[in-house]
């Protein structure tokens, strides 16, 4: 089973994303990279919190849409996966529920910056599901 946790929900607009459809798009983009199990907590953040974990993280001293942590490894895990964290900053962001797929893809192994193309066709054709 999947369990996702929703942080700082509240400063998503009121035409956003519910805390339910946070869980369901995470867990559809989960499945879909084959993963059944695991924990990940997706979080809301301001611009200036985003703005400096982008910093400390990835040495770019601005704001970005989405920045995924993950923990565990992929591969056979002792216990329950803790997968990571996703980081959303809804002010920098064009489509939350864009970010949340692409947050979770990430926290699957894939990378785009890395495959063929794999990870933003399946980012398409799931985007293509819950419009």
């Known amino acids: 089973m999947l369990d996702i ?3 700082g929900g509240e400063s998503v ?3 956003g994303p519910s805390t339910v459809d946070v869980e369901e798009l995470c867990v559809l983009a989960l499945s ?3 993963i059944e199990e695991g924990h ?7 611009v200036a919190r985003m703005r400096e974990l982008n910093r400390d993280y990835r040495s770019i001293d601005e704001p ?13 895990a002792t216990g329950p996966r803790e997968l990571g964290d996703i980081v959303i900053c809804p002010e920098h962001t064009e489509d939350l529920r864009e970010a949340i797929v692409h ?12 495959d063929e193309g794999e ?5 398409s ?4 599901w819950v419009q």
């Open 40 to 46: 990940v907590a997706v979080e809301f953040v301001d």
């Open 64 to 76: 970005t849409d989405v920045l995924s942590f993950g923990i565990d490894e992929a591969g056979a």
């Open 103 to 114: 947050g979770a893809l990430h926290l699957s192994g894939m990378d785009h910056e890395t």
């Open 125 to 128: 054709e799931l985007m293509r």
């Open 119 to 123: 990870m933003l066709a399946l980012q």
């Open 5 to 7: 946790e929703v942080i």
């Open 32 to 34: 879909s990279a084959g």
């Open 13 to 15: 607009s009121s035409d």
